[in-house]
């Protein structure tokens, strides 16, 4: 059945209030479109100019949010120009369009309010995280504090919404005061946690990349601190998780404090009948070779050893290296001992192996009372 022009335009006028909210939500996007292209393509080309990676940041983490705040912005915009045709209008219809006007709008800058507090709380995150070798003597960067750092913005954000829907915060406030006293209580354990991982952040006595050895034996590189447990990567690429609770209150070796080189140590003997002078010399001078050749010694460093004990078949002595870092000792001992015992047997120096003498004539000794041996 075809419609006359007549019926067309009144067909048109009652979806009049339909469409023109549709076509304003729809041009809204496409001209926020265009002008998230243009203007992204201007400040990338432009922070690619630029030393600092704040702009870099600051891109990254406003491109998903822009097309959320234009989608709102097209809602909101559809909004305002919604109205009711006069045929179907009434005093309940209008009362009810209006309510579901203003709650929309509510809801979208409530929205708005979210998105714009998490942005901010990413963008700071990724600022601390980027800029974490600068700040580091103020404050060591761990994930403990990246996420601090988001929760604070955060609760920031959520405050300002609770105030802008006319919500008095002072008595949620109080109410949330009392509440975590209650927490708190509850959640003995994990606030100790929480506090123990401030106190080794702050402290710097233990920080993200430190060389650690626990009391219990485990060692290795740790890899982050955060609300509560400190992660260290063994040798063997296996992880370790300790409380920071306990970590707080073991007894830890830091082979990074106060800096990274450390001595080697390298027990070594010879035979008594060896002649010390020349021992020395020849130890010193594969020491050198290992200090200057080998990845992880430390050139300038002069070797030396030093005589210690008569043992029980060797004169013994200690050979004082330098590695760079505790990793670097074990290619350094390998190969010192590797070059020495070569160097050794070129120069006649000796080695002895353990010996343990027997007194036969102590043994054919005999109690004159008894026969029995001594």
């Known amino acids: 059945m075809e419609l006359t022009m007549t019926e067309l335009k009144i067909l048109l006028a009652r979806l009049a209030w339909i469409i023109l909210p549709v076509v304003v939500f729809l041009l809204t996007l496409a001209i926020g479109y265009a002008i998230r292209r243009i203007v992204f393509a201007r400040l990338i080309h432009w922070s690619k100019k630029t030393s600092t990676q704040i702009d870099d940041i600051i891109i990254a983490s406003l491109k998903t949010p822009m097309v959320i705040w234009f989608v709102m912005l097209g809602l909101y915009l559809a909004l305002q120009t919604l109205q009711l045709p006069a045929e179907i209008t009434t005093p309940r219809a209008e009362h009810v369009v209006e309510r579901i006007v203003s709650i929309s709008k509510t809801v979208l800058m409530v929205l708005g309010y979210l998105s714009v507090t998490f942005a901010l709380a990413s963008m700071a995150g990724r600022i601390v995280q980027a800029y974490s070798g600068k700040i580091e003597t103020a404050l060591p960067v761990t994930s403990l504090t990246r996420n601090v750092t988001r929760i604070v913005i955060l609760v920031i954000g959520i405050l300002i919404i609770i105030r802008q829907l006319g919500i008095d915060i002072t008595p949620l406030l109080t109410t949330l005061g009392i509440g975590g006293l209650a927490v708190a209580l509850a959640l003995q354990d ?73 001595a080697v140590l390298v027990q070594v003997g010879v035979h008594y ?59 350094i001992k390998h190969e010192f001992i590797k070059r020495l015992h070569e160097r050794y047997r070129k120069e006649g120096i000796i080695i002895p192996y353990p010996i343990r003498a027997i007194n036969y004539s102590q043994e054919k000794a005999m109690l004159p009372s008894t026969g029995r041996p001594v």
Do not use: C
């Open 273 to 331: 009948d060896s002649d010390l002078r020349k021992v020395e010399q020849v130890t010193i001078e594969v020491a050198r070779e290992v200090m200057k050749e080998i990845p992880g010694g430390v050139p300038t460093f002069e070797p030396f050893i030093r005589y210690h004990t008569f043992g029980d078949f060797s004169i013994n002595f200690s050979v004082i290296m330098r590695a760079r870092e505790v990793v670097d000792q074990h290619l």
């Open 190 to 262: 994990t606030l100790a946690n929480l506090f123990a991982g401030f106190h080794i952040i702050v402290s710097k006595q233990i920080k993200v990349g430190d060389f650690v050895r626990l009391e219990s034996g485990e060692e290795g590189y740790v890899t982050d601190i955060n609300w509560r447990t400190t992660k260290i990567r063994m040798l063997p690429n296996n992880v370790v998780l300790i409380p920071n609770d306990k970590l707080a209150k073991a007894l830890v070796i830091n082979y990074y404090q106060p800096d990274k080189e450390m």
